[in-house]
């Protein structure tokens, strides 16, 4: 392993961090500002949990994490203002949340990677495109998203989409991604709201779960 994976690794279990992606969301929120005291955050593809620990503390006890996956997540050691589904990204809208939408959607899921770089990038902005898809029944008008994405041939193009729905839109790479790795974080602010772009629902139910 190399050193810097070393020193992320350490931190995250020295800090009782889940995985040491947790210190991504920390570098790319204190950059960008995207969780605030008081939010309603939606965390998916959550597992194992270490971005909903990191939002849990920065939306505060006035604030709401859901995180939900495909996998199960491990529920103990969570704050009251977590809760946790097993469930996939095309099952749940705003009634599964109670009527209520959120403040921010983030994301670190990516697609298992088969060392084709070029077949890996177009898996992982397929999943980006179905969680924009989502928006309309997850994300309030303002709110913010934050996405992983395998760098390649369909990111200018993701990145164009995701321009077409934000006020602003930024491509961030956090310290503490590995240097050779292709992921940057797709960060949309100010949500202009379903009406801004054809983000079908049935798209989103044709293209099927993450893991299609």
Excluded at 73 to 80: M, R
Excluded at 97 to 111: K, N, T, Y
Excluded at 136 to 152: D, F, H, Q, T
Excluded at 157 to 169: G, I, Q
């Amino acid at each position: 392993m190399r050193e810097v994976q070393d020193v992320w690794f350490r931190r995250a279990k020295e800090a009782g961090y889940r995985a040491r992606s947790a210190f991504k969301l920390i570098q790319i929120d204190d950059r960008r500002k995207v969780l605030r005291r008081g939010d309603r955050v939606l965390d998916v593809g959550a597992a194992p949990g270490s971005w909903t620990q990191v939002a849990a503390a920065r939306v505060g006890k006035t604030g709401f994490v859901c995180a939900f996956d495909l996998k199960a997540i491990e529920t103990k050691g969570f704050p009251e203002n977590v809760r946790v589904m097993k469930a996939d990204l095309n099952e749940l809208d705003v009634d599964s949340f109670g009527g209520e939408f959120f403040d921010s959607v983030i994301s670190d899921i990516g697609p298992d990677t088969s060392g084709d770089a070029s077949g890996d990038s177009i898996r992982s902005v397929a999943l980006c495109n179905t969680l924009l898809d989502r928006l309309p029944v997850w994300l309030k008008k303002g709110g913010a998203v934050v996405m992983k994405v395998y760098e390649g041939g369909g990111y200018p193009e993701l990145l164009r989409r995701t321009e077409k729905l934000f006020k602003e839109v930024k491509g961030v790479k956090p310290e503490s991604s590995r240097r050779e790795s292709v992921e940057m974080f797709i960060v949309g602010q100010g949500y202009k709201g379903a009406t801004i772009e054809s983000a079908s629902i049935t798209g989103a139910k044709k293209r099927g779960g993450w893991g299609e």
